[in-house]
Antibody, heavy 125, light 110 residues
Framework: QVQLQESGPGLVKPSETLSLTCTVS????????WSWIRQPPGKGLEWIGY???????NYNPSLKSRVTISGDTSKNQFSLKLNSVTAADTAVYYC???????????????????WGQGILVTVSS | QSVLTQPPSVSAAPGQKVTISCSGS????????VSWYQQFPGTAPKVLIY???KRPSGIPDRFSGSKSGTSATLDITGLQTGDEADYYC???????????FGGGTKLTVL
């Protein structure tokens, strides 16, 4: 059973870079999409982007200029870097396996399962 | 404000049925599959429904999903106090090439 665990600093200063790592256990990262999702305190979910084991990535257009997601399948880890952070980037950050693809019926399917437990990152000086 | 619109809150009595709606457009719900997530306070979301109406193993059949046009619904029957949680819809948007989530609906079981 695949499990995910986020790690990284819980406090980041404004204008600096937020860096988090997700460690995948219980399975291989190969042939899967691996994603980051965040949730500001008391608010809803926001997809940040995904990394695919071939090295391809896709990001939320609203964050694309500041985000990099990368992976090291040999270590079963993938990472998130978000630069030039502000207080608006304060959130619980989740990593998750994303099941994404194009079906034969012409529609995209997408879901996140499983999720990590999440890590609260606060942006403050 | 989310592109996918959900009611902020819904409520019903134990044993009753509740419906949570998720409204979008042709580029997201209208053209792609919808998933639903349940989130209890302080915990990570969990997938309840995927591909519009499929349940992962372990999810009771009290939870069901459907889609019509540019809207999707999550039905919960035989409500239990343990169902009190936040519920989110999610789907792919083919125009934005991004995943969208609804703003979330807080379910209260009275």
């Amino acid at each position: 059973q695949v499990q995910l665990q986020e790690s990284g600093p819980g406090l980041v200063k404004p204008s600096e870079t937020l860096s988090l790592t997700c460690t995948v256990s219980g399975g291989s990262m190969s042939y899967h999409y691996w994603s980051w999702i965040r949730q500001p305190p008391g608010k809803g979910l926001e997809w940040i982007g995904y990394f695919y084991d071939s090295g391809s990535t896709n990001y939320n257009p609203s964050l694309k200029s500041r985000v990099t997601i990368s992976g090291d399948t040999s270590k079963n880890q993938f990472s998130l870097k978000l630069n030039s952070v502000t207080a608006a980037d304060t959130a619980v950050y989740y990593c998750a396996r994303e099941w994404f693809g194009y079906s034969g019926s012409g529609s995209y399917y997408d879901r996140f399962d499983p999720w990590g437990q999440g890590i609260l990152v606060t942006v403050s000086s | 404000q989310s592109v996918l619109t959900q009611p902020p809150s819904v409520s019903a009595a134990p044993g009753q049925k509740v419906t949570i709606s998720c409204s979008g457009s042709s580029s997201n719900i209208g053209g792609n599959y919808v998933s639903w997530y349940q989130q209890f306070p302080g915990t990570a979301p969990k997938v309840l429904i995927y591909d519009n109406n499929k349940r992962p193993s372990g999810i009771p059949d009290r939870f069901s999903g459907s889609k019509s046009g540019t809207s999707a619904t999550l039905d919960i029957t035989g409500l239990q106090t343990g169902d009190e949680a936040d519920y989110y819809c999610g789907t792919w948007d083919s125009s934005l090439t991004a995943v969208l989530f609804g703003g979330g609906t807080k379910l209260t079981v009275l």
